[in-house]
């Protein structure tokens, strides 16, 4: 599991300090995020802590894999804004 999954894009109503912040989905026991019937997740940020924001405005964070057959390095962006 990664640091960060997610930047929040926020909106023109979120605190400006949270705009294009990285955070981390809270999980279930089961490895699971925690979501809402109407698309709201439970994320946790580093300075403010966890955070109750709308799911359509997080974006997944771009990973990069390891190809261990030929050893080169494949970058999948996951990330779009």
Avoid: H, Q, W
């Amino acid at each position: 599991m990664d640091e960060m999954d997610y930047i929040y894009l926020g909106d023109r109503l979120t605190r400006p300090e949270l705009r294009r912040m990285p955070c981390r989905a809270v999980r279930r026991s089961d490895g699971k995020c925690i979501r809402g019937r109407n698309g709201n997740m439970l994320v946790e940020f580093g300075d403010v802590g966890k955070c109750v924001v709308l799911g359509r405005l997080l974006r997944k964070i771009k990973k990069i894999i390891k190809d261990k057959s030929f050893g080169n390095i494949k970058t999948i962006r996951i990330f779009a804004a």
